[in-house]
């Protein structure tokens, strides 16, 4: 598909929402089987509900996923019920516009339907990467060039990066204490709104002058391609970021950035990245690439770092955040002592 061809962005999002069924149904948390299954029966009314094989997945730490299967037709979807209160860090209607716009250009599964607090949407069939292949000499082209294609997508809407005013408004979503008396401690020990503050303020004055997770890969069945799945945090934003923020993710929830790439494998990927977008990739090319990436690793541990502390208020997803939030300014500060 021509870059010409993955572009949307003259299309009226109102419409390309309205395109999309709207179910006034909910699924609750404390009920997920039961009110998925109520669910599909409406958005496929020649569907019954003990049909349905019902499972969760649980690899992802924002929302609650299910994948249901129709024993009777074989067909698989999935129905995201958003996580409590994340609203607060992530634009749904921007996800839902994301979606919609995908969608539309093939690019991503079928979207079936929209319901009170969350999506009905297609499964693609595969296994979910893990950190530890992200970096494998088979995984890494497939994912550049998956990357290289999706950054020249054009979506409906502002073509602004986001990246800094999204962390800042995350930032003043953190609370001063935590309920929990132990993520209190931690947070107390370890974090403060105004030092916050001033390293994403120093940071953006820093990086807005240059010019994806595991879970959130999927290797399908063939083994010769790679998807990407959940757009709800997609936005306009810097290649470096992505790009940074796609190497950090080899760390995996453990944070452990022994699997970062080495120069030398950046830089092949970089190659096989250039070389998919049709652009240059001379030595110059190369090495300011690896420079920008480098310092927009920065930006990825404050970005998921301030994540973290905002989860820690909101989730009732049974991960460690704050602990997370702390690994991720840990490597914030060691790798600033090296580059700044």
């Known amino acids: 598909m021509t870059a010409a061809h993955l572009s949307i962005e003259n299309l009226n ?3 390309l929402v ?9 699924v609750h948390h404390e009920s997920l089987f039961d009110d998925s299954k109520a669910l599909l029966v409406k958005v496929f009314p020649e569907w019954a509900g003990d049909e349905l094989e019902m499972k969760q997945c649980k690899d992802g730490i924002t929302n609650k996923l299910i994948q249901s299967t129709n024993r009777r037709t074989g067909v698989t979807v999935l129905i995201r019920a958003y996580g409590k209160h994340t609203e607060v860090i992530i634009d749904r209607d921007q996800e839902l516009i994301n979606m919609a716009g995908l969608t539309h250009l093939g690019i991503c599964p079928p979207l079936y339907a929209r319901f009170q607090n969350g999506l009905v949407y297609g499964f693609i069939p595969g296994s979910v990467a893990k950190p530890e292949q992200m970096g494998s000499s088979v995984m890494a082209p497939l994912i550049a060039r998956e990357l290289a294609k999706w950054h020249q997508i054009k979506l409906p809407g502002a073509h602004t990066p986001e ?6 408004r995350w930032l003043h979503d953190v609370p001063q204490q935590c309920t929990d008396p132990s993520a209190d401690a931690k947070f107390q020990k370890h974090f403060s709104h105004d030092k916050l503050a001033k390293e994403i303020k120093e940071l953006e004055g820093v990086l807005t002058k240059l010019g994806v997770a595991c879970g959130n890969v999927i290797i399908n069945d063939s083994k010769d391609s790679v998807s990407f799945i959940d757009y709800e945090y997609a936005t306009y934003s810097y290649r470096g970021f992505d790009i940074a923020n796609h190497f950090c993710e080899y760390a995996g929830f453990e944070c452990d950035y022994s699997r970062y790439p080495s120069k030398e494998r950046q830089i092949e990927w970089f190659r096989t990245y250039l070389a998919a977008s ?5 030595d110059q090319v190369l090495e300011g690439m690896y420079v920008e990436v480098s310092q ?9 770092g301030v994540w973290g502390l905002v989860q820690a208020s909101i989730s009732d997803i049974d991960f460690d955040y704050m602990e997370y939030a702390k690994m991720r300014f840990d490597e914030y500060y060691r790798i600033k002592a090296q580059l700044l």
């Open 278 to 282: 049709g652009a240059d990739a001379s």
């Open 13 to 15: 999002t109102q419409a």
């Open 296 to 304: 927009f690793a920065l930006a990825s541990h404050v970005y998921w």
């Open 163 to 168: 990246l800094f005013s999204t962390i800042t």
């Open 18 to 26: 309205s395109s999309i069924p709207f179910v006034d149904h909910a």
